[in-house]
């Protein structure tokens, strides 16, 4: 996935709004991915959250994989 950084900076507002969205698709996508490891790993929650008010981006993530979770088991077997 390319990242369209240079979109982001467009004049033309959708371009600009589509990049962000973009963006922060692959943010999201990039932190389910590490936060998924880590666990797989044995962190805990605690650990994942390192810093001040990133205990809320642990919440995010968590409340992300319990959707994610409950999105697969209602889609249809293939």
Request: hydrophobic share 50%.
């Amino acid at each position: 996935m390319a990242v369209p950084t240079a979109a982001a900076a467009s004049s033309d507002r959708r371009v600009g709004l589509r990049a962000v969205r973009a963006l922060r698709r692959l943010l999201e996508t990039l932190e389910v991915i590490q936060v998924d490891d880590a666990r797989r790993y044995g962190w805990s929650w605690q650990e994942i959250a390192v810093g001040p008010g990133e205990a809320i981006v642990a919440a995010r993530v968590e409340t992300t994989t319990l959707e994610r979770s409950v999105l697969n088991a209602l889609r249809p077997a293939a």
